[in-house]
């Protein structure tokens, strides 16, 4: 199911392409999922774990991850930067068109950036209090910027992977957080 | 054709669907496109052509748009912030899933951004001229930044409307912008 959909996309999953792919018949797939919109959502789940279960970044095992180090450690998790991490992404994007017309599925992944949103304002005021940030710095709005920021960079580097190579979009995170920590002494 | 994609997205995109909105018999409307794939393409070249013909802002109508006042009135230009924005953006989104995997559709979503980047690089220049950015503001990392974070505020506020209301988002953008403008000086 995840290589038809990061090849083909949500429009070239069938349930005959899944069953091919896994050697199995039709029929047995259906007997666990009995629809397109099934298989989706069990993709997203498996997604989900995915990135729960996920190795966290050596400096924050160490106990050493400052608040900066975690939000640029959580912006460089999200992007396509290897071929892993693009078919992921690939899914996820997949999924926007079918959870846009979903109410379930909608709610679903509006709870799920939020939920992200709030991880990102937790790390950034960790930032603000060891100083890494100006205390100035509107916590919820650098949150759901820098989410913003990285989701698109995902559109953009999906759709042309040449322009975005991983080297490309890891600087463009750097320079990012380098203008979030200049940028807020305005608001100081 | 609008009405259903901006409703429904892609996945509920039929030409049964459409012609019923129309008024129109299934048979009339393949007669013009004989699959889903040339309705969603018609879709784009239509969304493209009213993006080219919207009304410029004032200021660029009167030749007093400096760079930085362009940058802003693109970013919110692509913003959904009405309705008919938001229907717009519904579009666009529930595309890229089929453009993703189609090479030509692929292809030319690549151009679109590929030129709407070179567009906003051209903003940025003529702002490092006017001195209302650094002159070390790296031209095409900054477009291709400001483009990210502003496809990405597109998707988040599609999913959570509640929570980035047109007023959030403008502040949003506007904050984006102080950052970029002050955070540049490092680079000179």
Redesign the interface.
């Known amino acids: 199911m995840w290589r038809v959909l990061a ?6 999953l069938t349930l005959r392409a899944v069953a091919a792919e896994m050697g199995a018949t039709t029929g047995l797939l259906t007997h666990y999922f009995p629809s397109k919109r099934a298989l989706l959502k069990h993709a997203l789940e498996v997604l989900d774990r995915r990135s729960a279960d996920r190795p966290r970044p050596a400096a924050e095992r160490a106990g050493e991850a400052s608040g900066l180090v975690m939000v640029r450690a959580t912006l460089l998790d999200i992007l396509p930067l290897d071929a892993e991490s693009a078919a992921s992404n ?1 899914i996820w ?2 999924s ?6 979903d109410p379930e599925l ?1 709610r679903e ?2 709870e799920r ?2 939920r992200a949103r709030e991880r990102m304002a937790g790390h950034i005021a960790q930032a603000k209090e060891l100083g890494e940030l100006p205390l100035g710095t ?1 916590t919820d ?2 949150a ?2 820098a ?10 580097a ?3 992977p040449r ?2 190579p991983a080297e ?1 979009q890891i ?2 995170v750097d ?2 957080l ?9 608001g100081e």
Chains 1, 2 share one sequence.
């Open positions: 090849v083909h996309g949500f429009g070239g690939r994007v997949a926007w068109d079918v959870a846009l017309a909608a992944h509006a950036y939020r509107p709005d650098t759901a910027a989410q913003s920021f990285v989701l698109g960079l995902v559109v953009q999906l759709f042309a322009e975005f490309r600087a463009l320079e990012y380098a203008r979030v920590g200049d940028g807020g002494t305005a």
